[in-house]
């Protein structure tokens, strides 16, 4: 049974960084899509970046050029590094994982993490 577990999550002041790790198991990594999304308190689950297993991605507009996402396949980890921090990226982000291609709605990813909260200070 596929288990994503996502780390790197915490607290941390704006203008900051913080870089998210989601170490995937029980399934082939490198064939999947995988992709973070991120949920703030009263708000839908949001796109944030996608990545196929050749390592081309797709970002949401309001995270390009700050958020940039990658993966290793020999250690079956995504992970979506977050630099220029506002309070507004302030939510729990999730990883997920697909087949197929990127897409930015959370009803077409097969697998999710538990989540991992980030929160930015003003």
């Known amino acids: 049974q596929v288990q994503l577990v996502e780390s790197g999550g915490g607290l941390v002041q704006a203008g900051g960084s913080l870089k998210l790790s989601c170490a995937v198991s029980g399934r082939t990594f490198s064939v999947y899509v995988m992709a973070w999304f991120r949920q703030a308190p009263g708000k839908e689950r949001e796109f944030v970046a996608g990545?196929?297993?050749?390592?081309?991605?797709t970002y949401a507009d309001s995270m390009k050029g700050r958020f940039t996402i990658s993966r290793d396949n020999a250690k079956n980890t995504a992970y979506l590094q977050m630099n220029s921090l506002k309070p507004e990226d302030t939510a729990v982000y999730y990883c997920?994982?697909?087949?197929?291609?990127?897409?930015?709605?959370?009803?077409?990813?097969?697998?999710w993490g538990q989540g991992t909260q980030v929160t930015v200070s003003s």
């Open positions: 990545i196929i297993w050749t390592g081309y991605s």
């Open positions: 997920a994982q697909k087949t197929g291609v990127v897409s930015s709605n959370p009803n077409n990813y097969e697998s």
